[in-house]
């Protein structure tokens, strides 16, 4: 396992369509984030999972946005009739409670994603 | 709510020169800090981390932070920048207890001037 993997890397799609991306984490890493990062600002919390209950979810995440990890594995994000504001990088990242030493998150390289 | 705030958007040294960037927090209790990379196009690499041991804490490529709780700062920096260390830097901040969120500053961006 070489880290959390996202896909896809980039994204272009039309308003109004749906997507949906992929997050697969290490393997046994329990927790996992998704952010969403803006040009010219830092990342900000969407959601956060743990094994497969999402125990948090930011307000930024609006009722077109829904995401899921079945089986606590890898977690989708769907984004429902998007709009140009959403056109953002999505990150993914995960850890695990059990590395005591740790305390950060090991994030994917993200998916870019474009409306037009 | 806690926050961090990055002084300084854009930061330009020359190569071998002092890189410092800057990272003020706040929050009642001191919390957990991070340093983090990114480079083009690229997730974030952390670089280092304070979790109340050690107030100076070391990282990879050469990057040490000073955790300043009467400043309420965890300023960054590196003794003699490289031409690889340009790309965009994010401090973090989260609560010690409950979930692990992250709330990240806006990013300095550095520039190496050969």
Same mark, same amino acid.
């Given at each position: ?5 996202q896909?896809?890397? =980039? ?6 369509q ?9 393997s046994? =890493? ?22 497969e209950?999402?125990?948090?979810k ?11 990890r ?31 030493g ?9 998916t ?5 | ?50 979790t ?16 300043k709780?009467?400043?309420?700062s ?41």
């Open positions: 396992d070489t880290g959390v993997s896909d896809p890397r =980039h994204k272009i799609t039309k308003r109004g749906n997507v949906t991306f992929r997050c697969d984490p290490i046994e =890493h329990n927790r996992l984030y998704w952010y969403r990062q803006t040009l010219g600002q830092g990342p900000e919390f969407l959601t956060y999972f743990q094994n209950a999402q125990l948090e930011s307000r930024l995440l609006s009722d077109r946005f829904s995401a899921e079945p089986k606590g594995s890898f977690s989708t994000l769907e984004i429902q009739r998007t709009e140009q504001g959403d056109s953002a990088m999505y990150l993914c990242a995960s850890s695990s409670r059990l590395d005591r740790n305390y950060g998150y090991t994030f994917g390289s993200g870019r994603l474009t409306v037009v | 709510a806690q926050s961090v705030t990055q002084l300084g958007s854009h930061v330009s040294v020359s190569e071998g020169a002092l890189v410092l960037l800057r990272c003020n927090y706040s929050s009642s209790v001191p919390p957990y800090l991070f340093w983090y990379v990114q480079y083009p196009n690229q997730g974030l690499q952390l670089l280092l981390k304070y109340s041991a050690a107030t100076l804490v070391k990282g990879i490529n050469g990057f040490e932070a000073e955790f709780k009467s400043e309420t965890f300023h960054l920096t590196k003794p003699s920048a490289h031409m690889s260390d340009a790309a965009e830097y994010f401090c973090a901040v989260r609560d010690i207890f409950g979930n692990e969120k992250l709330t990240f500053g806006t990013g300095t961006r550095l520039t190496i001037i050969p």
